[in-house]
């Protein structure tokens, strides 16, 4: 097991989900001067973007990330999803947020079973930290906190042996298994199957300091090559042409982690029959867990370490819908397996304050008080979970 997944899991969820974010809200850019009070413009966008960010590179929370510890259970990682995403003026709704991490979360599925080797994984955090320096170019700032987190990053895993980069991969993938939900972009581009399970390539460049398949040798008690046989391996192998850089500005060759959403077409999710299937075994997400109230603890310590901006005076925020209509998002919501919806987490803070006092503190945070009416502007919808914390 290893302690050092978390920043990993994290930080390349964050950048899916700036992603998609990005994506959708230029859809549905208008032009600043045709634009009404509840319609999104391309000042919203940067601006969401730049709050997210922000956030999600607060130095406390980074601090408290890159603490060693143990990987959270879905559900627990999903709410600080939910508390990231709602820390601007947008506003999702339960169907939208659902879709919103089913999209995260199988687009880097994707990508880390595609990783050549398991330091690769390294390479495609870096790949999503730099397209999201290419959203806040203009924030000097928040372009400081990305680039604090980057010499974390190889001040952290740049001594790492590719056993432990082993450990930390195989920890990504047990986090992932059982998730099976249809993308239409992979299915299109026929790299996931109808069931939801990826298509591995048998074809491409081989992991840098390897040798195209192909080619035995033998070699005698003394370690001289006697002998070679070759052999059918079925793919389409090359040699990899130079190793990606691990160096805050460089060539990463690897291209898992850059953007897929930068051509403009429609993304849809489903669930496969077999993530049907395997909601009956997702009782580890609902069912109490003797490690559930530590685990508690430190999500609260994490999420206590994002500074919230919260939208002030009558503008109560934009509303976001990752659908085409609100038909379809309402359809979404009724749809989707129960045992497969991150809803609430109630964290009990206040029955004891002496031992929870900390806890407690940071419960306060969340409190939103006054919630916007359905006639407020921009801002209809706020999580359940932010409604009852």
Not at 120 to 144: C, E, M, R, W, Y
């Amino acid at each position: 097991m290893s302690l050092r997944t978390l920043p990993l899991l994290f930080l390349n969820l964050g950048g899916e989900m700036l992603y998609i974010l990005d994506h959708r809200l230029r859809a549905q850019n208008i032009p600043g001067d045709k634009a009404r009070k509840d319609e999104w413009t391309e000042v919203d966008r940067k601006r969401v973007l730049n709050d997210i960010i922000s956030t999600m590179f607060n130095r406390k929370f980074i601090e408290e990330l890159f603490k060693p510890q143990e990987l959270y259970s879905k559900k627990a990682l999903r709410t600080v999803y939910d508390r990231l995403a709602h820390a601007s003026i947008m506003r999702l709704n339960q169907a939208s947020m659902d879709k919103l991490y089913d999209l995260m979360t199988m687009a880097f599925k994707y990508q880390v079973l595609l990783c050549p080797r398991p330091k690769d994984v390294l390479l495609v955090t870096f790949n999503h930290l730099d397209a999201i320096k290419g959203f806040i170019q203009d924030s000097p700032t928040i372009l400081h906190q990305v680039d604090e987190t980057f010499r974390q990053l190889t001040e952290t895993y740049g001594s790492l042996s590719a056993g432990e980069f082993q450990l930390i991969r195989q920890m990504l993938l047990i986090f992932f298994q059982d998730l099976h939900i249809r993308v239409s972009i992979f299915l299109k581009d026929k790299v996931q199957n109808s069931n939801g399970r990826f298509v591995l390539p048998v074809s491409g460049p081989v992991p840098w300091g390897t040798e195209v398949p192909g080619l035995i040798r033998m070699f005698n008690h003394k370690g001289e090559e006697v002998r070679k046989a070759e052999f059918k391996h079925g793919g389409s192998y090359v040699a990899a042409p130079k190793e990606g850089s691990f160096e805050l500005y460089g060539d990463r060759v690897l291209k898992l982690g850059t953007n897929m959403y930068s051509v403009n077409r429609p993304v849809e999710t489903h669930m496969s029959g077999a993530s049907k299937n395997a909601a009956a075994r997702t009782q580890e997400y609902t069912a109490p867990n003797p490690l559930a109230k530590e685990e508690l603890n430190l999500l609260a310590r994490l999420m206590g370490g994002m500074e919230i901006k919260k939208p002030c005076g009558p503008e109560s925020g934009f509303r976001l819908n990752l659908f085409t209509t609100d038909e379809e998002e309402e359809q979404a919501a009724l749809s989707r397996p129960e045992e497969l919806s991150y809803e609430v987490i109630n964290i009990q803070a206040t029955q004891d304050q002496q031992r929870n006092e900390e806890l407690a503190r940071i419960m306060g945070e969340f409190e939103i008080t006054d919630p916007p009416s359905r006639s407020a502007s921009k801002g209809d919808d706020l999580l359940a979970m932010m409604d009852e914390l």
